[in-house]
């Protein structure tokens, strides 16, 4: 997980603007090879020959050495071209599935030294980064773009989806006739939403500032969803929350598509089966303080109960008047949207 994170890192430096990623695309439409390292790490130690150089880097002069053969190899913080015309001697027992010379240097010099390398072939036209054991292929920036707003549409359609079943939740709710499928619907939903996200913001890190409509339209459909998630899994499994949130967490894709299998998985019932929420997600869509929430939820213990408490026992818990009144209002007003078939 952590090597994913570095990785994501590394796809950063390379969003369009950046001066290496300018670099790249410059050699790329010019139809040049080229092997880039970045660090010295392990990397002089396999490096034979060449020209020590210990100049700035400019865009424009990486692209001019990169004319000649061997690789470049510039400073960690890629302010420095190190060296240029260099020949990389990996070990060559060190598994590698490319083809090229240049692309297989690549390979086994990050595997081995750990360091960022690009290599950018001419006859394929391709750019690849390969970083310790990771290889990734970079795209031109409209096919980024492309497929990002593809993905976006796909998550748009699921987000419709999840907005029904949440109304449905909510009307399930207020009238206690909630089951465990419908719970597991509605937290499927979320984690799949979650996942298509995921790759989105991944598509993102590539984009750079080209990507700021998709990020901006991302952030619109994934608003208060881990908020949603978290008071779900608090109103239904109370005592097994981490775990419930781990397990959904860390569940393969396909067996999240299983909706059949989900409610033996997360309650471990092997029937459908009635199920009252404790109340805290419709409780914290009133204005109640959380602490006010709690004692009602500590005393009433669903929100079935807390709905049909008289004035009296409100009372003796809340104990004023006023925030009774209130709570009243917030809920009437709630159920009459929430009837109407409203998202609240």
Do not use: W
């Amino acid at each position: 997980m952590e090597l994913e994170k570095d990785f994501v890192n590394v796809l950063k430096i390379l969003s369009p603007g950046t001066s290496i990623r300018t670099v790249l695309d410059d050699l790329m439409r010019a139809r040049m090879g080229a092997l880039i390292v970045v660090g010295t790490e392990g990397v002089l130690d396999i490096a034979d020959g060449g020209f020590r150089m210990n100049v700035d880097f400019t865009p424009q002069r990486l692209v001019e050495l990169s004319k000649m053969d061997g690789a470049i190899i510039l400073s960690e913080d890629m302010k420095k071209i190190l060296y240029s015309n260099t020949l990389l001697v990996p070990d060559a027992k060190i598994k590698t599935k490319e083809t090229g010379t240049r692309h297989q240097a690549a390979e086994r010099t990050a595997k081995q030294t750990g360091a960022i390398v690009f290599a950018v072939s001419e006859r394929r036209n391709k750019i690849t980064v390969y970083y310790g054991n990771q290889k990734y292929v970079l795209d031109e920036t409209s096919e980024i773009l492309r497929r990002a707003t593809e993905t976006l549409q796909i998550l748009e359609k699921q987000k419709e989806i999840f907005n029904d079943l949440m109304i449905n939740l909510n009307i399930l709710e207020i009238n206690n006739l909630v089951t465990l499928s419908d719970v597991c619907g509605v937290l499927q939903r979320i984690e799949i939403i979650k996942r298509i996200s995921d790759m989105v913001r991944r598509y993102l890190v590539e984009l750079g500032k080209e990507g700021i409509i998709v990020s901006m339209r991302l952030k619109e459909l994934t608003k208060n969803l881990n908020k949603e998630r978290e008071t779900i899994l608090q109103d239904y499994f109370k005592s097994k929350f981490s775990k419930v949130d781990t397990l959904l967490e860390e569940m393969n894709f396909d067996v999240l598509l299983e909706t059949s299998d989900l409610p033996k998985i997360l309650f471990e019932e092997l029937h459908d089966k009635s199920v009252s929420p404790r109340g805290i997600r419709i409780l914290n869509k009133t204005n109640l303080a959380m602490g006010q929430v709690e004692l009602l939820i500590n005393n009433f213990k669903t929100l079935d109960e807390i709905l049909n408490a008289d004035k009296e026992s409100l009372i003796k818990i809340l104990k004023d008047q006023k925030i009774i009144n209130s709570l009243n209002r917030d809920i009437g007003n709630l159920r009459e949207k929430i009837m109407a078939g409203k998202l609240v």
